[in-house]
């Protein structure tokens, strides 16, 4: 009996009979597995399990009452490359080599070194906003289409400029560009708050400012390479709110090799923008697209809070400067009212079997980022595990292969972003509408734009999957790697098709929702309508009682001479008088009397008629 140690699980050989090894493993492995998958976070790991986690505490029960702790790791190597702006794969068929970028001369220097011909195929991460010298180094390094850089940094081509609408352009004149959209859900902390959509509307306008302010903000300033930037903010319900973001990829020739450039919007954790301070610094070069030029003017740096009190009882003294950084609706108190009480939901990733085997999925130097707060994106860490479930030869030798992990990324944050929003459109597009007093199209008009604008986005992808890309992307070289790759991008296909049919679904949803409610205020003004008229005809009804009576005593009162106070009539005569006129008017109210009357002419008219012809 052998005890085998090593990361795998602890398996004993038994030996059968006719000689063959078995393993076998213990039911406390497996639930051990299965809380090391649980463990694993959107701040370490690009395939978090924290959806696994009630499931492991259940598994664990037989074992003790808390389940053992992530296991510790040397952190010594989980900093490389966590806050690089560009990190290099360079793909091999056995084993890529990764190369972490800070720098630019240091990139420029591998450019150099690589030779102006490079023999290998290379996937390029660019992370973040980038400044000018980056995208120069990048642009020239691998003679970029600056059509690229131009539809990444959109937002940028209206500044002290005419629109003049080129985007989006005809599909076959960028051939060789592609861009994801992905989305990341977060909520906050909305226990203390009542369901107002007065309040729900108002928070919707509030954060639609702010994200303008903060585009604008981008647009005349910029900001610090390497910062995340988000494209669009939406509000779902009081709880729920998610980010979208771009990653944009363009192939490049490089002689004998190809290199795919993928930019990234998730840069820095987006929790180094919550929670901190502008402090002293010394002069940077900062770029501003307004003026196009490059100064010297003093950038303040944010920092948390707790390396502001160390460095002032280090006693370090420079002079002070203020710089206001672009700020998102997610910092906004009124979004967020509590300390940390809005973040971000991990992007849940299954592969089979995956959470037996988190060693391969699991990034080195766990808890790294634990200790900081704010909002984290396992998008960050797209660069760091990225390829872990690819074929190795594959991934070498075709280019859109190499991008199936970013599609696979999309697909499943696209699925749960569809997963939040089918949850905050149901009380709308359901039988529980009925029961609202006072329904609104406000929730399904605002997410019906939402859907239109997410199935553009994919039909753009499931084209670009059908066509691998375009016919002149290089392609894998042998059948085997040739079937590999036709049946990714074929799972590519089927996912997308199926995400498109439920947002194409969901859309159909917010208009069935929007006419229930319209017929069913509609209906409800009906029955409004038809109690009130009921209570005019209970109305009615009295009138013609009391009108005759009203009319009799009126022409008893009249000061005529033959109805003076002096003369002999009695009191009878009152009576005999009004109930003739009473019963003349039930018979106007209960028959009529037009439609008799004509009827008994039409009835004249067929006598007439029939006399005639018999004669």
């Given at each position: 009996m052998t005890n085998e140690t090593d990361d795998q699980l602890s398996e004993f050989a038994i030996r059968s009979p006719t000689g063959t090894l078995h393993l076998e493993r213990q039911p406390r492995d497996y639930a051990l597995r299965v809380s090391e998958h649980a463990n694993q976070s959107s701040q370490t790991s690009l395939f978090p399990g924290q959806n696994y986690e009630n499931l492991a505490d259940y598994l664990w029960r037989p074992y003790g009452n808390d389940r053992p702790p992530p296991a510790t790791s040397d952190t010594s190597t989980s900093t490389a490359g966590l806050d690089c702006f560009a990190t290099i794969h360079i793909l091999r068929s056995k084993g890529n080599r990764v190369i972490h970028v800070e720098k630019v001369d240091d990139f420029l220097r591998h450019r150099r070194e690589s030779g102006a011909h490079q023999k290998e195929n290379c996937?390029?991460?660019?992370?973040?906003?980038?400044?000018?010298?980056?995208?120069?180094?990048?642009?020239?390094?691998?003679?970029?289409?600056?059509?690229?850089?131009?539809?990444?940094?959109?937002?940028?081509?209206?500044?002290?400029?005419?629109?003049?609408?080129?985007?989006?352009?005809?599909?076959?004149?960028?051939?060789?560009?592609?861009?994801?959209?992905?989305?990341?859900?977060?909520?906050?902390?909305?226990?203390?708050?009542?369901?107002?959509?007065?309040?729900?509307?108002?928070?919707?306008?509030?954060?639609?400012?702010?994200?303008?302010?903060?585009?604008?903000?981008?647009?005349?300033?910029?900001?610090?390479?390497?910062?995340?930037?988000?494209?669009?903010?939406?509000?779902?319900?009081?709880?729920?709110?998610?980010?979208?973001?771009?990653?944009?990829?363009?192939?490049?020739?490089?002689?004998?090799?190809?290199?795919?450039?993928?930019?990234?919007?998730?840069?820095?954790?987006?929790?180094?923008?919550?929670?901190?301070?502008?402090?002293?610094?010394?002069?940077?070069?900062?770029?501003?697209?307004?003026?196009?030029?490059?100064?010297?003017?003093?950038?303040?740096?944010?920092?948390?809070?707790?390396?502001?009190?160390?460095?002032?009882?280090?006693?370090?003294?420079?002079?002070?400067?203020?710089?206001?950084?672009?700020?998102?609706?997610?910092?906004?108190?009124?979004?967020?009212?509590?300390?940390?009480?809005?973040?971000?939901?991990?992007?849940?990733?299954?592969?089979?079997?995956?959470?037996?085997?988190?060693?391969?999925?699991?990034?080195?130097?766990?808890?790294y980022l634990a200790h900081t707060r704010g909002f984290h994106q396992n998008a960050t860490l797209l660069h760091l595990g990225y390829g872990r479930t690819l074929d190795e030869e594959t991934f070498a030798s075709d280019a859109f292969y190499a991008l199936h992990e970013f599609f696979t990324f999309k697909a499943f944050s696209e699925s749960q972003f569809l997963n939040v929003v089918e949850a905050a459109i149901a009380p709308e597009t359901s039988h529980m509408v009925l029961r609202q007093e006072q329904p609104t199209l406000s929730n399904l008009l605002y997410h019906k734009e939402i859907f239109l604008n997410h199935a553009q986005e994919l039909r753009s992808n499931i084209s670009a999957i059908k066509n691998r890309g375009s016919g002149h992307w290089p392609r894998a070289l042998s059948d085997v790697q040739q079937k590999v790759a036709c049946a990714a991008a074929d799972t590519l296909l089927h996912d997308f098709e199926s995400l498109l049919q439920r947002t194409e679904l969901l859309s159909r949803r917010c208009d069935q929702g929007m006419s229930i409610i319209m017929n069913n205020t509609a209906l409800t003004e009906s029955r409004r309508a038809i109690s009130q008229a009921r209570l005019v005809g209970r109305l009615t009804l009295l009138a013609y009682f009391y009108i005759p009576l009203s009319f009799t005593s009126s022409f008893f009162g009249m000061n005529f001479s033959q109805l003076n106070n002096g003369s002999n009539l009695h009191i009878w005569l009152y009576f005999v008088t009004c109930i003739p006129v009473l019963l003349f008017s039930i018979i106007f109210l209960k028959f009529n009397i037009r439609r008799d009357v004509e009827r008994v002419l039409q009835l004249d008219r067929l006598y007439e008629w029939g006399r005639r012809l018999l004669s």
């Amino acid at each position: 009996m052998t005890n085998e140690t090593d990361d795998q699980l602890s398996e004993f050989a038994i030996r059968s009979p006719t000689g063959t090894l078995h393993l076998e493993r213990q039911p406390r492995d497996y639930a051990l597995r299965v809380s090391e998958h649980a463990n694993q976070s959107s701040q370490t790991s690009l395939f978090p399990g924290q959806n696994y986690e009630n499931l492991a505490d259940y598994l664990w029960r037989p074992y003790g009452n808390d389940r053992p702790p992530p296991a510790t790791s040397d952190t010594s190597t989980s900093t490389a490359g966590l806050d690089c702006f560009a990190t290099i794969h360079i793909l091999r068929s056995k084993g890529n080599r990764v190369i972490h970028v800070e720098k630019v001369d240091d990139f420029l220097r591998h450019r150099r070194e690589s030779g102006a011909h490079q023999k290998e195929n290379c996937l390029l991460f660019l992370r973040g906003f980038a400044s000018p010298d980056w995208l120069n180094a990048v642009g020239s390094s691998y003679w970029v289409d600056p059509e690229f850089f131009q539809r990444h940094l959109e937002f940028f081509s209206t500044i002290g400029k005419r629109n003049y609408f080129p985007l989006p352009s005809v599909v076959s004149s960028a051939s060789n560009i592609i861009r994801l959209r992905i989305t990341t859900m977060g909520h906050r902390d909305s226990s203390a708050e009542t369901h107002n959509q007065t309040k729900l509307d108002a928070l919707r306008d509030l954060c639609a400012k702010d994200m303008d302010n903060y585009l604008e903000k981008i647009k005349l300033d910029g900001i610090e390479p390497g910062d995340s930037v988000v494209r669009r903010f939406s509000v779902h319900d009081n709880t729920h709110f998610s980010l979208e973001q771009d990653i944009t990829f363009c192939i490049t020739d490089c002689g004998q090799s190809w290199t795919v450039i993928a930019w990234l919007d998730p840069g820095n954790a987006l929790s180094e923008e919550l929670n901190q301070v502008d402090i002293p610094c010394i002069p940077q070069r900062r770029w501003s697209p307004l003026t196009n030029s490059s100064d010297t003017r003093p950038m303040s740096r944010q920092v948390p809070l707790a390396s502001v009190g160390r460095k002032e009882k280090e006693g370090t003294a420079s002079k002070s400067y203020t710089t206001v950084k672009a700020q998102g609706p997610w910092q906004r108190k009124a979004f967020s009212p509590y300390e940390l009480a809005a973040e971000l939901h991990p992007t849940i990733q299954h592969h089979p079997g995956m959470a037996l085997n988190t060693p391969k999925f699991a990034l080195r130097g766990q808890g790294y980022l634990a200790h900081t707060r704010g909002f984290h994106q396992n998008a960050t860490l797209l660069h760091l595990g990225y390829g872990r479930t690819l074929d190795e030869e594959t991934f070498a030798s075709d280019a859109f292969y190499a991008l199936h992990e970013f599609f696979t990324f999309k697909a499943f944050s696209e699925s749960q972003f569809l997963n939040v929003v089918e949850a905050a459109i149901a009380p709308e597009t359901s039988h529980m509408v009925l029961r609202q007093e006072q329904p609104t199209l406000s929730n399904l008009l605002y997410h019906k734009e939402i859907f239109l604008n997410h199935a553009q986005e994919l039909r753009s992808n499931i084209s670009a999957i059908k066509n691998r890309g375009s016919g002149h992307w290089p392609r894998a070289l042998s059948d085997v790697q040739q079937k590999v790759a036709c049946a990714a991008a074929d799972t590519l296909l089927h996912d997308f098709e199926s995400l498109l049919q439920r947002t194409e679904l969901l859309s159909r949803r917010c208009d069935q929702g929007m006419s229930i409610i319209m017929n069913n205020t509609a209906l409800t003004e009906s029955r409004r309508a038809i109690s009130q008229a009921r209570l005019v005809g209970r109305l009615t009804l009295l009138a013609y009682f009391y009108i005759p009576l009203s009319f009799t005593s009126s022409f008893f009162g009249m000061n005529f001479s033959q109805l003076n106070n002096g003369s002999n009539l009695h009191i009878w005569l009152y009576f005999v008088t009004c109930i003739p006129v009473l019963l003349f008017s039930i018979i106007f109210l209960k028959f009529n009397i037009r439609r008799d009357v004509e009827r008994v002419l039409q009835l004249d008219r067929l006598y007439e008629w029939g006399r005639r012809l018999l004669s």
